[in-house]
């Protein structure tokens, strides 16, 4: 079983940055894909950025292109989210998710696995 424990959310004004970790432990990362996932009030789950088991293939939401980026280290079989330029709107719980897949995928579906998730909060 794939546990996920994502850290480094918190409180920024606007403007701000923060940088999301995602640990794994319990199986074999460096052959999954890997998303990021946020859940606003009263909204519904959607999907962020997502990376393939390489690294070499990611995706963005058009909301945070350009402003959030995914990357990971299968050495320390982690996952990380750049947000910078932090938007009011941006704010909800972040989660992290694992697919039994190298290949990204877009979908809540297409997860196997999903952390609890982090609170990030950004004040106007």
């Known amino acids: 079983q794939v546990q996920l424990v994502e850290s480094g959310g918190g409180l920024v004004q606007a403007g701000g940055s923060l940088r999301l970790s995602c640990a794994a432990s319990g199986g074999t990362f460096s052959s999954y894909a890997m998303g990021w996932f946020r859940q606003a009030p009263g909204k519904e789950r959607e999907i962020v950025a997502a990376?393939?088991?390489?690294?070499?293939?990611?995706y963005y939401v058009d909301f945070v292109k350009g402003r959030f980026t995914i990357s990971r280290d299968n050495a320390k079989n982690t996952v990380y989210l750049q947000m910078n330029s932090l938007k009011p709107e941006d704010t909800a719980i972040y989660s992290c998710?694992?697919?039994?897949?190298?290949?990204?995928?877009?979908?809540?579906?297409?997860?196997?696995?999903w952390g609890q998730g982090t609170q990030v909060t950004v004040s106007s």
């Open positions: 998710a694992a697919r039994r897949n190298a290949v990204i995928d877009t979908t809540l579906r297409g997860y196997n696995y």
């Open positions: 990376i393939s088991w390489s690294g070499g293939s990611t």
